[in-house]
């Protein structure tokens, strides 16, 4: 039976303040068995979409929080990360331009970083029009 | 939380050694831009960016990577990097950072044929 177990992080926008979730993330996904390389894919792509709710939705306000939840299943990590959408009015969605990535174009690279190392990207807008990335990692796909 | 990025620079014949340690990102970032056109500035056409192992790098730091690739790709200068984990190694390559500079295991590596 795949019991799951949900961790709730909330993180304020701020510099700097992703590496919490990383940090986090890499403890949960070790623990798992998740080899070292995907746990360090897992790293960059949870920091990146902190990074993007952060800065695109949030403008690094720090008195706003952004709620990162890691369930885990037996055979598979989710790590969702929701924003308040504050300065979109209809939510936040990537165009197929920022997800490609542009020479020089931060958000771009996040997001192409994002949908390569996970197995599993949604991009979401909230029923109260924040965003919500929603990324799964497989354990029996690890390569290593 | 974020740590600063500690950069220091060393000439060693004709090379700039630039080497990075901490956070290398959007707020960091501009200082390596400018560590890069201070060596530009005082001559040096073969630039080494030394990574500590542990450093860590988001896309607005490889934002800055970039940048610093294409300038010294349009300028005919040599960039080579050394250190840089295999995870980031991995990154670097899937954003096409590679395709203008080298990279090498060991500063001793990339000094060779500079």
């Not at chain 1, 936040?92 to 690279?109: C, F, I, L, Q, V």
Request: net charge negative; with cysteine.
């Amino acid at each position: 039976m795949d019991i799951e177990k949900t961790i709730k992080l909330h993180i304020p926008s701020t510099h700097g303040s992703e590496k919490t979730a990383m940090d986090r993330v890499a403890e949960v996904a070790r623990h798992m068995g998740f080899p070292k390389g995907r746990v360090e894919d897992l790293k960059t792509a949870v920091a990146e979409a902190c990074i993007n709710a952060m800065e695109h939705s949030h403008q690094y306000d720090g008195d706003t929080n952004i709620l990162v939840t890691l369930t885990q299943g037996e055979s598979r990590l989710e790590v969702c990360v929701r924003d308040k959408g504050k300065g979109t009015e209809a939510g936040w969605k990537p165009s197929s331009d920022d997800r490609k990535g542009r020479e020089g174009n931060a958000r771009g690279w996040g997001l192409y970083l994002i949908e390569e190392l996970m197995d599993e990207v949604k991009f979401e807008v909230t029923g109260d029009g924040g965003g919500l990335v929603k990324m799964v990692m497989h354990l029996e796909k690890s390569p290593d | 939380m974020s740590k600063d990025l500690e950069i220091a620079v060393v000439v060693s014949g004709d090379v700039t050694i630039i080497n990075l340690d901490g956070d290398l990102t959007a707020v960091t970032g501009q200082a390596v831009e400018n560590a890069y056109t201070d060596a530009v500035g005082s001559g040096s056409q073969k630039i080494l960016f030394q990574f500590h192992e542990n450093i860590y790098v988001n896309s607005g730091g490889i934002a800055f990577l970039i940048g610093i690739a294409a300038d010294s790709r349009d300028n005919g200068r040599k960039v080579r990097f050394s250190g840089v984990s295999e995870h980031f190694q991995k990154i670097f390559d899937m954003v096409g950072l590679t395709r203008y500079v080298e990279i090498f295991p060991t500063t001793e590596a990339a000094l060779e044929g500079f």
